[in-house]
């Protein structure tokens, strides 16, 4: 049996299938922002969100142009500074997003005047206005987007966005990088409070703009939790043991740059009977992939398992719980 034959078209098919999971997330997580987020001022951070603010102040653009204005510069930057870390799975997403929101945005509104004022009422012709229930609205607004950004990240593929700001600033800031995405997306819901809500730069500030402001801090957290689920279901920390024979750069770049600290183990080889030292080091689920491509660059031939830490206590993560305090299940 030619088992060749038989591997190949598996492997085309999951290539495939990895594609078409990519192109979809994007679309479902685009599709959350124009049905869902644009037309209710609400700005849940990221790229996007800052798109949703600066069409408030030019809305003969659209949100999806704003975010090609963002997610190009921020990966040419990228690019020369961490010397093109980037995928062509994270390169293309980031390219399609924009472009399938701004055909989304002309299907579902019916002329370009509704397109610019983005009018809930006008939305598929006033059969999703969604106007007087709006803390459903962002509840809906998130679960997609979550969904849709989980299923891109689980095909090893990223929109681009504050990721690449968080980056950026642990480089050259010092800060860390779940710091870093914390700051911009922070920057960006102030952003919003301002213009939206107190009218800066409009002239016209919106009646519940304190409301849309906390309507957009949930939708954050509600659309990081459903990623975070679909990505590792019910844990939020990773625990790596990482051997390798570049323990002083590792130790530099998890002291310095991650600001942690980790273990050695007294490690065995089976096969070489030679005596290592293991890195037992916890982070947390935002910072794997940080990790990851610096052992890469660090040491291509480093053996690392992955795994997953479902409660974390001491230093950096969870407290203690109290005597007789009830725990969530």
Known sequence: MNTKALLEPMGSWAWWRSWFLIFLGCSVMGAGFVLFVNPYKFVPGGVYGMGIVLHNIFPSVQVGTFGY?????????SMLVFGGGFGTRTVLAALYTPGFMNVLTRLVYPN?????????????GGRLDLSNDLLLTCVIGAVVIGIGQGIVVRQQA???GTDIVGMLLQKF???KFSTGILLADGFVVLSGLAVIGFGIGTGEAAANGWMLTLYSLITIYISSRVIAYLLDGASYDKLLFIISDHHEELKRFIIDDLDR???????KGMYTDSLRDMIFLVVSRKEVRLVQHKIKEIDPKAFVVVTDAYETFGEGFKQFP??????AE
Do not use: H
Not at 69 to 77: S, V
Not at 261 to 267: C, D, E, M
Not at 322 to 327: A, F, P
């Open 69 to 77: 204005m963002f997610d190009i510069p921020l990966m040419l930057i």
């Open 112 to 124: 370009p005047e509704a397109v610019e004022s983005l009018d809930p009422s006008l939305l598929l």
């Open 158 to 160: 990223t929109t681009g």
């Open 173 to 175: 800031a010092g800060i």
């Open 261 to 267: 600290s980790a273990t050695y183990i007294k490690s």
């Open 322 to 327: 109290e005597k007789n305090e009830i725990q």
